[in-house]
């Protein structure tokens, strides 16, 4: 059949794609107010400039082809974030702090989840140039801002720490086959099969990883179990003061710790974040650092980002959808008064419908007439649409 559309995408019809642009504008004028630049990378790029230093799981969700000009591979951008990375590195070329923001779809050769699109409307912003948890502290609270604006805000906002794990898999010794399957696990908290993994690990390092799926709850308890639990290695050090002095400064927040939730590509360096709301069952954004990105376009920039689908927030906030309210306009026929009132209600914002001849009046109903103008005493004025 023509008509369908494949597995996993979908159409925005009228009054979700009013919802839709309506959440995006808030957005990028929330991110305006705090600096944050907009920016629009191309759909698609050569696929070694997308998938550069960004980790195999990105390279599996990208669609490649064929460029016909050059002979080249493509990619259809499966993230936004290397590519506005590369805009930093590359185009910008600044030597200070840039704030800067985007919103377009992206596209994934599988969903997510068995409910998730392919095609997800991914909004973000990102800062770089700046090495200091202020960084960490400016974005989480823009993120938490964002939620609150798009009415859907934050009950929880866990914090991890990618230098734990690095740290602990450089202790261990593990191949990048092994650390890639014990990343895996620690995701999903998957301790039996963790377990049968590490098996052949020295035992400091076996018992550290598997204490990090439970190491998850408030701030407190967590670091004080974290540092009681895991080895006494500079890094794993270095992190777990990291992430006491930066939920400190977030207290009054939603904060809490999951040191296991290492989920996203694998090009994060630092401090990691997920945002949950009560609706929905899986982070609906998530964010953290990632300064080795920049390498790949030959300028390692601190930064620090975030990104959600705009798609999965219009799902679960309170919204609801409104269709078009409009007035029905006749023809003006050269009618000066006429044509004054209809530019001065446009520009008040009102959506004006100029009548057709051979449509019946519940058509212009369906098509979101509410009011009509019509003349009266010789003057033209904004009444409810009548059935006659």
């Known amino acids: 059949?023509?008509?369908?559309?494949?597995?996993?995408?979908?159409?925005?019809l009228p009054g979700d794609a009013a919802r839709l642009e309506a959440l995006r504008r808030r957005l990028l004028d929330?991110?305006?107010?705090?600096?944050?630049?907009?920016v629009m990378p191309p759909l698609i790029e050569y696929?070694?400039?997308?998938?550069?230093?960004?980790?195999?799981?990105l390279r599996l969700r990208t669609f490649k082809l064929t460029d016909q000009s050059s002979g080249r591979t493509m990619g259809v951008r499966a993230d936004m974030t290397?590519?506005?990375?590369?805009?930093?590195?590359?185009?910008?070329?600044r030597s200070g702090v840039s704030r800067l923001c985007y919103c377009a779809s992206v596209l994934h050769t599988l969903p997510d989840s068995l409910m998730a699109t392919r095609e997800p409307l991914q909004l973000g912003a990102e800062l770089y140039g700046h090495a200091g948890l202020e960084a960490e502290t400016e974005v989480i609270t823009l993120l938490a801002r964002a939620l609150e604006q798009a009415n859907l805000p934050a009950a929880r906002i866990e914090i991890s720490h990618m230098g734990l794990f690095r740290a602990l898999a450089d202790e261990a010794g593990i191949s990048?086959?092994?650390?890639?399957?014990?990343?895996?696990?620690?995701?999903?908290?998957?301790v039996p099969y963790l377990q049968e993994c590490c098996a052949e690990l020295p035992a400091a390092m076996r018992e550290a990883i598997l204490a990090l799926p439970a190491l998850y709850g408030d701030t407190q308890t967590v670091l004080e179990a974290a540092r009681a639990r895991?080895?006494?290695?500079?890094?794993?050090r270095t992190a777990l003061d990291e992430i006491q002095t930066l939920t400190h400064t977030l207290r009054d927040l939603p904060i809490g710790l999951d040191l296991a939730d290492l989920r996203g590509y694998h090009y994060h360096s630092g401090i990691m974040f997920a945002a949950y709301v009560p609706q929905a069952p899986a982070a609906i954004?998530?964010?953290?650092?990632?300064?080795?990105?920049?390498?790949?376009f030959g300028r390692g920039r601190p930064a620090v980002g975030f990104s959600l689908d705009l798609r999965q927030v219009l799902r679960h906030c309170s919204e609801q959808a409104h269709g078009l309210r409009a007035i029905l306009a006749p023809q003006d026929a050269g009618d000066a008064q006429l044509a004054a009132l209809v530019e001065e209600l446009r520009g008040q914002g009102e959506a004006v419908l100029t009548a057709l001849p051979g449509h019946s009046r519940q058509s212009w109903r369906e098509a979101g007439c509410e009011r009509e103008i019509v003349q009266r005493n010789g003057n033209w004025c904004v009444v409810p649409l009548q059935d006659h």
Do not use: C
Not at 30 to 38: C, Q, V
């Open 1 to 12: 059949m023509h008509w369908q559309l494949p597995d996993s995408i979908h159409d925005a």
């Open 30 to 38: 929330l991110f305006r107010a705090h600096g944050y630049e907009l």
């Open 47 to 57: 696929l070694d400039s997308l998938t550069t230093g960004v980790g195999r799981d």
């Open 82 to 93: 290397p590519q506005v990375a590369r805009i930093d590195a590359q185009l910008l070329n």
């Open 176 to 190: 990048p086959e092994q650390e890639t399957r014990i990343f895996a696990l620690l995701q999903t908290k998957n």
């Open 230 to 236: 895991l080895p006494a290695l500079p890094a794993v």
């Open 285 to 296: 954004a998530r964010g953290g650092r990632y300064d080795r990105v920049g390498e790949a």
